[in-house]
């Protein structure tokens, strides 16, 4: 497996991820998610610099995007193709978010996600700490 940056040809992989998550997780959302296909889509695109790709064979299985807020890093979304999930690829994502991030001058990461989310076991492994709870989502940070 290796990283990369992000690239407009990623753009249907990640609205790929991004849609089966939200029909796995958040299903209850889905409606409300494909009305702002369009907000998605320019976010996806503007992150394009802040984004990473994990990739076999030249086959995307992964990508990390995130955006900065003042000193903060925040992950907006982080996603594992099902098929290749707990084989490090998130672990892998995340440490290079965090590498990143730091370089940038970042002393703290962020992510919030749905409660019941499994990839809250990642999180706590890297070593994300909760923060609080916003709505039906987890907060978590880490100091870099």
């Known amino acids: 497996m290796e990283l990369r940056c992000g690239m407009p040809s990623d753009i249907p992989f990640i609205y ?4 089966l998550y939200i ?5 209850d959302q889905l409606a409300r998610w494909q009305d702002s296909i369009e907000r998605h889509l ?3 695109v503007n992150s394009l610099p802040h984004t990473t790709i994990a990739h ?7 990508y990390l995007f995130w955006e900065r807020e003042g000193e903060k890093a925040v992950i907006a979304s982080v996603n594992v193709d099902p098929s290749f999930r ?16 730091r370089l940038a001058g970042c002393s703290v990461a ?4 749905v409660i019941h989310n499994p990839a809250r076991h990642l999180y ?21």
């Open 42 to 44: 320019k976010q996806w």
């Open 56 to 62: 076999l064979r030249d086959i995307p299985i992964g």
């Open 16 to 19: 790929r991820l991004e849609k």
């Open 86 to 101: 707990r084989r490090g690829v998130g672990s892998a994502l995340l440490r290079s978010f965090e590498g990143e991030a």
């Open 23 to 27: 029909e796995e997780i958040e299903n």
């Open 124 to 144: 706590e492994r890297c070593g994300y700490q909760t923060a609080g709870v916003k709505g039906r989502y987890l907060l978590m940070i880490k100091h870099l």
């Open 110 to 113: 962020e992510l919030g996600f």
